[in-house]
């Protein structure tokens, strides 16, 4: 494989990636030596996006694409065959799938397509940046592809990543103990973006407002929702900044809990600027939100 690897000419090694996360760690690993730029807007559905010709001749240059891999990206494999990158192909040397290593949530779960439109997450929840211990395996697996396509900047990939995990077990530490408050805190989700963040700091994920990834509640699947978190204990109702506004405000309306919205992404909101201060965010929108609702 690296035999196969294209010689890069100097400059700053141009990488795709498929979230604006995986552009943040790319970026941590590969520091000055990379340009990365994602494929998806920071708020945005990021199972449903068009690509657009600028970003297809970034593909057509590119020695790198890091995607999150399973089925979060059904629309990647026509907008590489589009761009006519070979190196980029599925299985090519500038191909990376990061979710390699990493311990899926409901990879066991038998789902069926839902006949309404939507998608699955058939392989396993794809959300699994959200937990940030997952961070070192991507890493990881970020530093490989790295210095499969430019092998001279190896040891610069190693060190830059071992600055980011000593700041990363600093934030680490600093939100296992700023999150304590909300072990065991009952929660409705509006997309099954959260399994991974809730297993991490103790919330206990009741239902999503979504019957299934993608797919928009009917009124009866909202009826028996809001009557489930009435009696479930439901204290918060967790949304994206993509959420529907009307329907998260009459869910929590009706089941008697308060909304908090949450990126789910870097860029997603002003002051998430890069990994690390995605979960400080959270984590403090969470506990402010937790202390102010119903009990």
């Known amino acids: 494989m690296l035999a196969a690897a294209p010689a890069w000419g100097g400059g700053a ?20 030596r990379v340009r990365a730029e994602s494929l998806t807007p920071a708020v945005h559905d990021p199972h ?11 593909l057509r240059d590119a020695a790198l694409l890091v995607r999150i891999g399973l089925d979060h990206e059904p629309w990647l494999a026509r907008a590489v065959q589009t761009a006519g990158n070979p190196a980029l192909a599925r299985g090519a040397v500038g191909d990376l799938d990061v979710s390699a290593g990493v311990e899926l949530l409901d990879a066991e779960t038998v789902r069926a397509r839902p006949a309404r439109g939507g998608h699955v997450h058939g392989l396993g929840n794809t959300h699994y940046w959200l937990d940030p211990e997952n961070a070192r395996v991507i890493t990881a697996s970020i530093l490989g ?45 509006a997309h099954d973006s959260w399994p991974y ?36 204990a439901v ?35 002003p002051d998430a600027t890069d990994y690390l201060t995605l979960f400080d965010l959270d984590i403090r929108r969470l506990v402010e939100a937790a202390a102010a609702a119903p009990r």
């Open 48 to 58: 449903a996006v068009e690509v657009k010709p600028g970003q297809l001749a970034r």
């Open 235 to 269: 204290r918060l109702v967790i949304a994206e900044p993509w959420s529907n506004p009307s329907v998260v405000s009459q869910v929590a309306a009706r089941g008697g809990a308060r909304v908090v919205t949450l990126p789910a992404s870097v860029g997603a909101d």
């Open 13 to 32: 090694l141009s990488v795709v990636t498929t979230t604006t996360d995986l552009k943040a760690l790319v970026e941590e690993v590969g520091g000055d």
């Open 197 to 232: 963040f809730a297993r991490r700091f103790g919330l206990i994920i009741v239902a999503a407002i979504e019957p299934s990834p993608g797919l928009p509640p009917s009124p009866q699947s909202l009826g028996a929702l809001t009557a489930q978190m009435r009696e479930g």
């Open 145 to 189: 592809g790295l210095a499969r396509v430019a092998p001279a900047d190896q040891a610069a990939f190693t060190a830059n990543r071992a600055r980011f995990l000593a700041r990363l077990d600093a934030g680490l530490a600093r939100w296992t103990r700023a999150a304590a408050p909300l072990r065991g805190l009952r929660v409705v989700v």
